[in-house]
């Protein structure tokens, strides 16, 4: 299961990027913590080698040839990036790219602002990692997993005039799609969610109404395949800001 999650910036990667000359991305810390146990998933994969692809990547967008020091390496080793976080990296073009792929972390809610706030973070969060895994299942099986789920887990309700929020249900994420993507929120949330693809491209929207007042805010992401092969998303987009 995916808890709730919100991106962050991805600091070894993107210290990367700003390094010149022989100087080191990261510089190694004076009193580094020991390294968490990997996964079995992490285990059965070469992240050493995942990280020093993910390093000449951003490096090369970046415009520095420096070569990140073993300190910076065994940074983005213990992050265990899910194999959804490499692809992005692999496809990344610019450094906007890269914000995008940055490790989830999760956060308490009093560390955002206002309810609307955490509404946004929400959708954001969840849209960027269907995206991710979204790719992933294109690189795996040749096209984005086919047909669409439909609102999940139902349209947004309300309770004496305000939204209510979903409680997780084993049931919720339990379609097929769903279940290819190997999406599922374990704690309460404000969005439903629907994934349409023909397997050749692929829509995501959130959809909220915070104020009961049947405008629902709806948030949208698109991928596709270009003609060339190459992946291609859309930037998150907000139908009615202000609802």
Not at 67 to 87: F, H, M, N, T
Not at 140 to 158: E, I, Q, S, V, W
Not at 168 to 173: G, I, V, Y
């Amino acid at each position: 299961m995916r808890n709730l999650v919100v991106p962050a910036t991805l600091a070894f990667a993107l210290a990367a990027c700003g390094g010149s000359g022989g100087k080191s991305a990261v510089k190694p810390s004076p009193s580094p913590s020991p390294p968490p146990a990997a996964s079995p998933a992490a285990k059965a994969r070469d992240l050493r080698a995942e990280c020093l692809e993910i390093f000449a990547i951003i490096g090369k967008i970046g415009g520095s040839a420096s070569a990140p020091d073993e300190a910076g390496l065994q940074k983005c080793i213990d992050e265990q990036l899910s194999r959804a976080q490499v692809q992005c990296f692999l496809d990344a073009t610019s450094l906007d790219d890269v914000s995008f792929c940055a490790p989830s972390r999760k956060r308490e809610e009093k560390d955002f602002g206002d309810m609307d706030d955490r509404r946004d973070i929400e959708a954001r969060a969840m849209l960027t990692q269907l995206a991710l895994s979204a790719r992933l299942y294109q690189v795996d099986h040749g096209a984005f997993a086919k047909g669409d789920t439909g609102l999940t887990p139902g349209p947004p309700r309300c309770e004496d005039d305000h939204s209510a929020r979903h409680q997780p249900s084993p049931e919720d994420f339990a379609g097929p799609i769903w279940t290819a993507l190997e999406f599922d929120i374990a704690e309460p949330y404000a969005f439903s969610y629907r994934y349409i693809s023909d397997g050749t491209s692929f829509t995501i929207t959130a959809q909220g109404d915070a104020d009961c007042n049947d405008r629902l805010a709806t948030y949208v992401i698109k991928g596709s395949i270009s003609s060339g092969g190459q992946f291609q998303r859309s930037e998150i987009e907000l139908d009615d800001p202000g609802e």
